[in-house]
């Protein structure tokens, strides 16, 4: 298998510079932050290359995601029964972390203030289970949906959650 490789270019297609193993996974153009993974292990990275912080989970990630100017940064993988859901701030301090069940749908708002987490594989056959979850992580609220949802979506300010059946049918909370 071939190794994966972070490339970044500039304007004319020239590499500016390359790290070996790592792939990216999301960015802030404004913030000018880069996420990226390997293996266990998340990297913030700022346009030039420099790491500003680099941190190993106890889980193989699935998903990670920035909030808007990094300000938050969302790592989920599975759990085999431990906690696999973290949330690190800005310098990499680990704000909260929790076990949240194995095959869910995370997202996390814009502005960090809510995450959502969706699970129906570990749940029920014919409904999701979702949860809201605020900027510590404690649960806001927690809502049963008849249908198998295959995405989720927050708005910008974490005000409104979208999310998507696989029965065809969109709800809008």
């Known amino acids: 298998m071939e190794e994966q490789r972070l490339m970044v270019y500039d304007c004319a297609g020239n590499i500016k510079w390359e790290m070996e193993g790592l792939a990216l996974c999301d960015m802030d153009e404004a913030a000018g932050l880069l996420l990226a993974l390997k293996g266990q292990e998340v ?72 995450t959502v987490v969706a699970s129906w594989q570990q749940y029920s056959e014919d409904y999701t289970q979702v949860q809201l979850l605020d900027s510590r992580g404690e649960k806001e ?24 059946g696989g029965d065809g049918n969109i709800y809008i909370l």
Do not use: H, M
């Open 43 to 114: 990297y913030l990275l700022d346009f030039s290359g420099t790491v500003l912080w680099a941190r190993k989970t106890p889980v193989d990630i699935l998903k990670a995601q920035l909030s808007r100017k990094g300000e938050k940064v969302l790592v989920y993988g599975q759990s085999g029964g431990n906690d696999n859901l973290f949330c690190y701030n800005l310098k990499g301090d680990l704000s909260w972390q929790q076990r949240i069940p194995d095959n869910s749908l995370v997202d996390i708002s814009a502005t960090g203030a809510r």
């Open 141 to 164: 609220r927690e809502l049963e949906i008849a249908s198998r949802v295959e995405k989720v979506a927050l708005s910008r300010d974490g005000s409104t959650l979208a999310l998507a």
